[in-house]
């Protein structure tokens, strides 16, 4: 049903969440009770004075009658129908329900989005878990602590004889393990919530330059038009805490100066106004290689897309992360990703529609392509960098698509157990 086709519909549930009889409503605003009927089945048109005399007469403001639910909410409640086996007719209903019943709407959407912060919060708590290596001398330090306890307890306890100068020490020993096992576990506890924890693990270089970029959200206009010079946009960023991490971002920028300069964002954005992303397209249409266009099209704002650099190592580089695209800050990601495969064939374009684990199981397009940095020397391996762009196919475009190829994130995060591809055994269990 059209969304202005709900306005009776929403002025019979806002009288009825009013305790107003249908009767006295008529009566109010000066129309007869069947007319009111006739309106709140959408059998009748509504505008003008009318409806500005029923709104008041609720006590709300004429647009929630004509207007509805905020298309956010509507946005919320289609995004949770996806993944589960809901007919399509049904999710299209979600403005209707939303309409209907606000209430349930509003508790619907925020327990969406709750569970989905727990998700985030679990991917992100398991791939540290697996391989966040001060994570693992934590754990390290607070056993071995625990069990030198329990080791001069246990002499205490048992000998009865023990020489009053030696029990005197065993309990300074006692004391000390003790303080020390209190000071791990809280800096055990602030590696596991950074937010809690009294003694939160710094971040590293590599999720400082990440919390840099997420705040300009991955756009520098000032830098791309010539405003802003790179030392100055290091030197600004509050993130960029250490030496290490202003090197990596001085890199990161440089690199976003030199593709601005081949591809102008308002040029992409009109090349785009056109039709949907196609890289091999555009990278004909401006005359730059495949990864320039990647890049940049993950610059563009409002466009919804994940990118990553990795070398020729395997290490990621480069991350932007993406609702439903698992990313691993430690460790190595997944070896079935069209990123490392592209590595092996520079100068091709690959393209794979690939399903990632999880409760919405979402799908992405992905477009790689690797290219060589820096002179060609004699005897050397050349240096590579790959990189892949990965775009969220809606659930409507899945039908007769290309073939979908299921990956993961990280082996130790990723529930799918027969994969050809799997180094070690995953925290997860399958249906996660």
């Not at 207007?67 to 299209?92: D, H, K, S, Y």
């Not at 606000?102 to 697996?130: F, I, N, Q, Y």
Request: aromatic share 4%; glycine share 8%.
């Amino acid at each position: 049903m059209a969304r202005e086709g709900l306005t009776g519909t929403r002025i019979r549930e806002r009288r009825v969440m009013a305790g107003v009889k249908q009767a006295n409503l008529a009566r109010q605003i000066g129309i007869s009770a069947s007319y009111l009927n006739l309106i709140e089945h959408n059998r009748r048109r509504i505008g003008g004075k009318l409806l500005l005399d029923i709104a008041g007469a609720l006590g709300v403001e004429a647009s929630a009658l004509t207007e509805g639910a905020e298309a956010a909410l509507i946005a919320t409640l289609r995004e949770a129908a996806q993944g589960t086996p809901m007919a399509e007719v049904e999710v299209e209903r979600a403005e209707e329900f939303a309409g209907r019943f606000p209430g349930w709407a509003d508790a619907l959407a925020a327990s969406h989005r709750k569970v989905a912060a727990l998700e985030r919060t679990v991917e992100s708590l398991s791939d540290r878990l697996a391989h966040d290596p001060e994570l693992a001398a934590s754990v390290h330090e607070v056993l071995s602590t625990a069990a030198a306890i329990r080791s001069t307890a246990s002499i205490l306890a048992e000998d009865k004889d023990l020489d009053p100068e030696w029990r005197d020490r065993f309990h300074v020993n006692i004391d000390a393990d003790s303080r020390r096992l209190a000071e791990s576990s809280k800096t055990l506890v602030g590696f596991l919530d950074a937010e809690t924890g009294d003694a939160a693990a710094p971040n590293s270089a590599q999720e400082d330059v990440e919390a840099f970029l997420e705040a300009n959200d991955y756009a520098f206009p000032e830098l791309e038009a010539g405003r802003a010079a790179i030392e100055d946009v290091v030197r600004a960023a509050p993130e960029l805490t250490s030496v290490a991490a202003r090197h990596i971002a001085h890199g990161v920028l440089t690199r976003v100066s030199s593709d601005a300069a081949r591809v102008a964002m308002a040029d992409l954005r009109a090349a785009l106004a056109d039709a949907p992303p196609d890289p091999l397209a555009l990278a004909r249409r401006f005359g730059v290689s495949v990864p320039c266009i990647l890049r940049r099209l993950s610059a563009v704002p409002g466009l919804a897309c994940g990118l990553v650099v990795a070398d020729r190592a395997g290490s990621l580089l480069f991350r932007k992360g993406i609702p439903g695209f698992i990313i691993p800050r430690y460790g190595s990601a997944c070896p079935l990703w069209p990123l490392f495969q592209a590595l092996g064939q520079p100068g091709q374009v690959l393209f794979q529609r690939v399903r990632m684990p999880g409760r919405s199981d979402a799908v992405f397009d992905c477009y790689a392509a690797s290219e060589t940095l820096g002179p060609v020397t004699l005897n050397a391996p050349p240096l590579a960098q790959s990189t892949m762009l990965m775009l969220p196919v809606p659930e409507m475009d899945l039908r007769g698509g290309p073939e979908v190829r299921d990956v993961g994130g990280a082996c130790r995060i990723c529930p799918v157990q027969a994969c050809a591809g799997r180094r070690e055994p995953s925290i997860l269990s399958d249906g996660f």
